[in-house]
């Protein structure tokens, strides 16, 4: 693919990733808005419901930090950096945060919530052997990608490196010559 084509394709990239960034967010904040609105008006709103909500949205906030990253490595690229250390960190970045967000999901939400319960922070009953893993799939494949992700950041990163030198090593040549 030419270089002009994937600084094009990459600039739509960033352009649809700030769109799934900005209706997910407001998808993902629903719940918890419609809470707050509720208590603004004079509803009766436990402490309870505010705490769910705000636990529900926990693994949404790593998968948002995940988008906002895939929108700054389309950035970067349709900008011409292929290489660049700004690409590297990013993957990286998009990687930790679908492991954070899979980990969130499938192991701290469960456990949070289990143990909010228990406490009578959050609504609803929890036995206190309830499984300490939600076991999904999704979350298994999810955090799969993110870690495959944070390898091709590193091998990314390597080639960078291994690029910088011979750049390097055709420059003392050329100098040689």
């Not at 660049?84 to 456990?111: C, F, K, Q």
């Not at 494949?141 to 944070?150: D, E, R, T």
């Amino acid at each position: 693919m030419p270089e002009t084509d994937l600084t094009r394709e990459s600039a739509r990239l960033r352009l649809f990733a700030t769109l799934v960034f900005a209706g997910t967010a407001l998808i993902a904040a629903g719940p918890l808005v419609a809470v707050m609105l509720r208590a603004t008006v004079g509803a009766d709103v436990s402490m309870q419901e505010v705490n769910f909500g705000l636990l529900a949205t926990l693994p949404s906030l790593f998968f948002l930090w995940g988008v906002w990253c895939v929108r700054r490595v389309a950035g970067a690229l349709a900008k011409g950096a292929l290489f660049e250390p700004v690409v590297v960190t990013a993957v990286r970045d998009v990687g930790v945060a679908l492991v954070a967000g899979a980990a969130a999901g499938a192991i701290v939400v469960p456990n949070l919530g289990r143990w909010g319960r228990m406490a009578g922070l959050l609504p609803g009953h929890a036995h206190p052997f309830e499984s300490l893993f939600y076991f999904d799939t999704a979350y298994v494949a999810v955090g799969m990608v993110g870690l495959a992700l944070m390898l091709l950041a590193r091998l990314v990163k390597r080639a960078a490196d291994e690029r910088q030198r011979a750049d390097t090593l055709k420059a003392e040549l050329d100098e040689f010559f």
